[in-house]
């Protein structure tokens, strides 16, 4: 039998804590949206854009900074793991996935329990 202890610290080293906001690289998806809507690669207002959107992501971040210890722990890791996943990091992506987990949670508690179906006689 797996001791209670045992099951808390192997639980603790499969989700780390995540107590403050990530430091996310946002050059590549700032780069890839700037280049989105730009003519060509050589496009000046390329690089502009690409700054507005890393001034944007920086607001964003600043503000996930406020709100952070209001979402879950576990919904941090989660969320976290999700926006580091495949390269691409965005903090508007991180903060969209925080919100939509608390609001779905709150959501489920409102409504309560799923009803059970009784069984046709």
């Known amino acids: 039998m797996i001791l209670p202890s045992t099951l808390a610290l192997g639980a603790h080293l499969v989700m780390p804590i995540v107590d403050s906001v990530p430091v996310l690289n946002v050059e590549q998806v700032c780069q890839g949206i700037a280049q989105q809507g730009g003519v060509s690669f050589?496009?000046?207002?390329?690089?502009?854009?690409?700054?507005?959107?890393?001034?944007?992501?920086?607001?964003?971040?600043?503000?996930?900074?406020?709100?952070?210890?209001?979402?879950?722990?576990?919904?941090?890791?989660?969320?976290?793991?999700?926006a580091r996943m495949g390269g691409d990091s965005s903090y508007t992506e991180l903060i969209t996935c925080l919100e939509m987990a608390r609001d779905v949670r709150s959501l489920r508690n409102e409504q309560g329990p799923p009803a059970v179906a009784k069984p046709r006689r």
């Open 42 to 82: 050589h496009d000046a207002s390329i690089a502009k854009e690409k700054q507005d959107c890393i001034q944007s992501e920086k607001e964003v971040r600043d503000e996930l900074v406020k709100q952070w210890s209001s979402f879950s722990a576990t919904d941090r890791v989660s969320c976290v793991n999700e």
